[in-house]
């Protein structure tokens, strides 16, 4: 198995292709581009595994279309000079017929230009602010319209009307704090201001003063990345969830939870495409199996379940399309439907993007999420607002 | 009433943070002249060494005590091993502990992993007003600042250690001659220094987390406040963490994070252009 440069291979065990026998065809290239290391990794780091995970399983099953995958993973190491460096590698030396990966929408602004100069396809495993219309780019991730269709209200009418948004200073948090006074005003909430934080901010002591001043009834979170989780801890230890609430739509995607004190996150209120706490069987069954694969017994996370699900939607176009290359999974992507650990995804072929189940959840104290409620089978509607593939 | 009260302690936990990062610098760059780039990671290894402490069941204070001692072993070490070689020679120096800085890192990252840990502290808030509250945590670590800076100021002014020290930097080659160890005291003055930073990334630990790339976050703020400062090394850190505490709290408070860094970076172009050797120094001066 040649590795790539510069980057830590997550081939394949040999010995699984080996044992089932596939023919000794040219393999299939799988490209993986994600943040093992830098202020990003915490998005990044069970996604890597799950993708993995992913390409193992279908190896085991005999490969996709007869063949076997090639897993080729690349550290982007949160530096966006190094996704563009490794898009370009993937697809002209490594010649991937399908890139996964990109965390930031930054990133994947960065990548996609590569991805049509090349003519391959990539899969953008992670949640945004929606409205990309782009062939060769699938996202299989929630977009805000999914998410905060059902949080929004309950925010609202479980905690109050006057909300405080704080964010991260780029293109997701920006965009997502406008969505948010949409859906707030829509049901008759108002936002009282919206700060936004470089992503290497970690003293909020300031913005947690002018918080207290205002006295919303909730302050929402898009903070992002290593140094924001700061936030978290200096909330609790000045104001403290008890007087004014928070509701996040990016807390416990990096796993915050994990690594803050049960005080620190307890009552946070999110929505999500999949937590470790979902009661279903094929939830269950996709935990069990990460945990055994990866010998990792901590919280998984949507993260995670999107880099599975990613393969997985790719591995059945291609299996439909019968081509594993770029051009026709394309044309097979429209309805192409998995069950997985989260719900059952389908690509929606207007935009690329997937009608998927969305489920509310509450952070316990015991490191994990208290399932409020799913929403099912939401269509990605702020996209489709904007974008009509094919026509 | 309980808005100035705020406001003054924002400006003071500011000014704070700004002495805490920095005091282990001023010691060895103000003292020693030795430009010490991996001073971050030795604040990163001293909030690691309080996550050890945590995950040993000590009491923080006894964790802040780790990595004061830890990280000041490992500043010898670093003095014996590379720095002791390369006094006199800037650049060399300067490259020599760039290589150290990006070594930690990679070291911390592979053995302890790149994730994000927690150290957590329970003390509680005191109310200010209605509208206001106040970690208590930050108010230690006010104390702890003005605490470590006080001591280490009387430390060199006070003690008999101090004024070998002192002398030692002044002038080695008579010191020597009067039969002074001076490469003794050239290793506990890096390892005092070190310790030092190591107790700034114990008391950051609990509130920014702990994680390999935190020193990038520091450094550049301490080697400000220290060449800012000038020439003595602890009045100069506490005029320049007053200056950049002050100017970092007020512009925070009245817009942003962001503008009260960029604020303190003018401040900072601008008093160096009319006091190029910094706000404690003789020269430059018509004396």
């Keep these: ?391 | 009433m309980y808005d100035a009260i705020i406001f003054l302690y924002q400006v003071v936990f500011s000014i704070s943070l700004f002495i805490l990062i920095s005091t282990g610098l001023a010691v060895i760059f103000g003292m020693m002249k030795v430009i010490n780039l991996a001073q971050g990671e030795f604040i990163m290894l001293g909030a690691y060494f309080a996550l050890l402490g945590e995950v040993m069941g000590l009491p923080f204070i006894l964790s802040a005590l780790l990595a004061m001692i830890g990280v000041g072993l490992f500043g010898v070490l670093v003095e014996r091993l590379l720095i002791r070689f390369l006094y006199g020679r800037l650049t060399d120096t300067l490259l020599a502990t760039w290589g150290l800085s990006l070594l930690m890192i990679g070291a911390v990252t592979t053995f302890l992993g790149p994730q994000v840990a927690g150290v957590s502290v329970e003390t509680g808030r005191i109310a200010v007003g209605e509208l206001y509250s106040v970690s208590v945590y930050n108010l230690y670590i006010i104390l702890v600042a003005f605490a470590a800076l006080a001591s280490c100021w009387a430390l060199w002014r006070y003690t008999r250690f101090g004024m070998i020290a002192r002398a030692v930097m002044a002038n080695p080659g008579m010191t020597s001659a009067l039969g002074v160890d001076c490469h003794k005291y050239y290793m506990l003055t890096f390892g005092i220094g070190s310790a030092l930073s190591g107790l700034a990334g114990a008391m950051l630990a609990p509130i920014v987390g702990t994680q390999p790339t935190m020193g990038g976050l520091y450094v550049a703020q301490a080697f400000v406040s220290v060449i800012t400062g000038g020439e003595l090394p602890f009045l100069g850190t506490l005029l320049a963490g007053g200056l950049f505490g002050t100017t970092n709290g007020v512009l925070s408070y009245a817009y942003s994070q962001v503008i009260g860094e960029i604020g303190v970076f003018l401040i900072a172009i601008v008093l160096l252009r009319f006091l190029p050797h910094g706000m404690t120094s003789q020269k430059g001066r018509a004396q």
């Excluded at chain 1, 002209?92 to 399908?98: F, G, H, L, N, T």
């Excluded at chain 1, 006057?162 to 969505?179: C, F, Q, S």
């Excluded at chain 1, 936030?231 to 609790?236: A, D, I, K, P, T």
């Excluded at chain 1, 999949?274 to 945990?291: C, I, Q, R, S, V």
């Design chain 1, 1 to 391: 198995m040649k590795a790539a440069s510069g980057a830590l291979a997550y081939a394949s065990a040999p010995s699984v292709l080996a044992t089932a026998g596939i023919s000794q065809e040219k393999p299939i290239v799988i490209g993986n581009i994600l943040d093992q290391t830098g202020g990003l990794n915490i998005y990044s780091l069970q996604q890597i595994k799950a993708t993995a995970m992913a390409v193992d399983e279908l190896n085991a099953g005999g490969g996709v279309l007869g063949r076997p995958l090639e897993l080729v993973f690349y550290d982007s190491q949160s530096n966006n000079q190094l996704n563009a460096q490794y898009m370009t590698e993937a697809l002209v030396r490594d010649e991937a017929v399908v890139v996964h990966g990109g965390v930031t929408s930054s990133s994947r602004e960065v990548m996609r230009p590569i991805v049509n100069k090349f003519g391959g396809l990539y899969f953008y495993n992670s949640m945004y602010e929606g409205g990309v219309c782009d062939p060769r780019h699938v996202c299989p991730a929630m977009v805000p319209s999914q998410q905060l269709k059902p949080l929004v209200p309950h925010v609202v009418e479980n905690m109050g009307k006057r909300a405080y948004v704080l964010g991260a200073d780029y293109l997701y948090p920006h965009t997502m704090g406008e969505w948010i006074k949409k859906y707030t005003e829509e049901v008759g909430g108002e936002v009282i201001a919206t700060e936004f934080f470089p992503l290497d901010v970690s003293n909020f002591a300031s913005a947690i003063t002018r918080i207290q001043a205002e006295k919303p009834d909730v302050v929402w979170s898009v903070l992002v990345g290593n140094a924001h989780n700061a936030f978290y801890r200096q909330y609790e230890a000045t104001v403290g969830k008890d007087t004014i609430p928070l509701a996040s739509c990016m807390f416990g995607i990096g796993r915050e939870q994990t690594y803050l004190s049960a005080d620190e996150s307890a009552g946070i209120v999110n929505a999500t495409s999949f937590h470790d706490g979902l009661e279903t069987e094929a939830a269950k069954t996709f935990l069990d199996n990460f945990k055994t694969y990866a010998n990792d017994d901590s919280y998984v996370g949507d993260y995670g379940e999107l880099g599975y699900r990613g393969v997985k939607l790719w591995a059945l176009a291609a299996e439909k399309a019968g081509d594993a290359s770029a051009d026709a999974v394309i044309e097979a992507l429209p309805g192409t439907s998995f069950d997985a650990p989260g719900g059952k995804v389908t690509i929606d072929g207007q935009t690329n993007h997937a009608i998927m189940d969305i489920h509310l959840i509450r952070a316990n104290r015991e490191q994990g999420w208290d399932h409020l409620g799913t929403t099912e089978q939401l269509q990605p509607v702020d996209t489709q607002a904007v974008c009509t593939l094919g026509s």
